[in-house]
């Protein structure tokens, strides 16, 4: 009889250890709303901040092409998304692909890169350093390489 308690026992732990590795996973990757738009990723709080970049300026989130999901940053889409990221070709510029998490406002892509770094409609600031990671969204002429 105690072999099969110890049985039981091992099933118990193994269970519980699963369930709670479960609701960890669930939890690492949350969604949040803006004005009825859905952000995925590791979201921190209700502007977008995630776990990579929470600065009081990282304030927007970025539709992804590959799949039309906008997520706080590159890392977090590569986190949790199945599939490779697309790059937005110029000749889409003029989509509405980047979120002002502080009031919901979408940008186009150009408008975006033409806003110094301001939200057109409550002036917000966004984080002017995401420029040096255009390249991961966007197609650009001189886009950097990382290996």
């Known amino acids: 009889m105690a072999p099969n308690l110890l049985i039981l026992f091992c099933f118990a732990l193994v269970g ?3 369930l709670q ?3 960890t996973a669930t939890q690492a990757y949350k969604t949040i709303q803006i004005d009825g738009i859905d952000i995925f990723g590791k ?3 209700n502007q977008t901040r995630c776990v990579h970049w929470h600065s009081p300026l990282d304030v927007i989130a970025i539709k992804f092409k590959c799949c039309d999901k906008y997520y706080p940053c590159f890392s977090c889409h590569e986190e949790e998304a ?3 990221h697309q790059v937005w070709p110029k000749a889409q510029f003029d989509e509405k692909a980047i979120l002002c998490g502080v009031c919901g406002h979408e940008l186009s892509i150009q408008d975006y890169m033409n806003s110094n770094n ?3 409609n409550c002036q ?3 984080n002017p350093g995401c420029s040096n990671h255009y390249y991961l969204y966007f197609e650009m002429e001189d886009a950097k ?3």
């Open 16 to 18: 519980s250890s699963y």
């Open 21 to 23: 590795a479960q609701e």
């Open 43 to 45: 979201s921190i709080d």
């Open 118 to 120: 301001t939200c057109s």
């Open 82 to 84: 199945a599939h490779p």
């Open 145 to 147: 390489q990382k290996d």
């Open 124 to 126: 917000a600031s966004f």
